[in-house]
């Protein structure tokens, strides 16, 4: 009986934790590059129970032999959030800063046995804690500003990287230019260039490529990732990554869908009071045999 009250109890904790990552979701519907966190649950090892010492009298010493009386399982337990790397839709917002990067038609690659898309990132670049190295992050909102050294930046602060793992210094691009979209233009490419600034040497974005970024990306926060791949993401090629295109004026929308996520949620909030009816019901029984052993 006191297995059932783990099992109820942890089925509660996988809901409640489902939840949560549903409401993260639907709280970033709105966020640019947001990409939908996925719940996996995943059983507690089963055990197998035997009744021993069984007194049939079968054995020599007078005791039973060992009977194999099935498997027993403990419930469940959220494992990892799992982010889909789905393409989100392109909105436009008609911004000079802002930079979204469609792959879609990337053809899908054949890794273990099974066929995965692979998708491209934009690189940034996260100030260093307590002193420490600058970390790059791999992202794909590109909803960005100018900050007040002149640096492409993100709305967090951290810088946006070139392909060489630079910040791009968007006063020195510009000159003398003030910031609009015909001073700076992007091309297909990701290559940032200034036609009114002539002297001016065209900036390439740092973006990289990944093969299987649901098993090698890790998600850090709502909209950076970190790559746990072997060495570094493999650089952007434009000739072998033709299929990718970068589109000025555009940011990606989240991928959440919020009608889904409604959905689901009301069904968690279902499943989670049938896991408390139960636990209320092995309370209740478990009072009256308490009762019953004080008569």
């Known amino acids: 009986m006191l297995r059932g009250l783990d099992a109820a109890a942890s089925g509660m904790m996988a809901n409640q934790a489902r939840q949560d990552a549903l409401t993260n979701n639907l709280a970033n519907v709105n966020t ?38 099935g498997q027993l399982t403990h419930g469940v337990y959220n494992q990892e959030l799992v982010p889909n790397f789905a393409q989100g839709d392109a909105l436009e917002t008609g911004k ?33 804690e307590n002193g420490g190295a600058p970390e790059i992050f ?28 630079q910040p791009i210094n968007l006063r020195t691009l510009l000159g003398n ?22 002297s001016s040497q065209p900036v390439q974005l740092g973006i990289v490529r990944v093969d299987n970024p649901a098993l090698t990306m890790i998600k850090e926060m709502d909209t950076a990732f970190r790559y746990t791949g072997a060495g570094q993401p493999a650089a952007f090629n434009p000739l072998r990554d033709a299929a990718v295109s970068i589109k000025q004026g555009y940011v990606e929308r989240s991928n959440v869908d919020a009608g889904r996520t409604m959905t689901d949620m009301m069904n968690v909030i279902r499943s989670y009071e049938a896991n408390q009816k139960v636990l209320s019901a092995y309370d209740t029984t478990l009072q009256k045999l308490a009762e019953v052993a004080r008569v």
């Open 177 to 198: 230019q003030p910031l609009s979209k015909k001073t700076l233009v992007v091309t297909p490419q990701g290559q940032l260039t200034a036609p009114l600034t002539p």
């Open 138 to 165: 791999y992202t794909r909102s590109g909803n960005w500003t100018m900050n007040a050294a002149g640096y492409l930046a993100t709305p967090e602060g951290y810088e946006v990287l070139n392909a060489n793992n």
């Open 32 to 69: 640019p590059g947001y990409k939908t966190d996925n719940a996996a649950f995943r059983s507690f090892p089963e055990v197998l129970i035997e009744r021993i010492r069984d007194m049939d009298g079968s054995a020599a010493n007078g005791l039973g032999s060992k009977q194999i009386l």
């Open 96 to 128: 000079e800063l802002n930079f979204a990067i469609e792959d879609g038609m990337l053809a899908p690659q054949v890794i273990d046995g099974r066929s995965v898309q692979p998708r491209t990132f934009f690189k940034v670049q996260k100030p260093g």
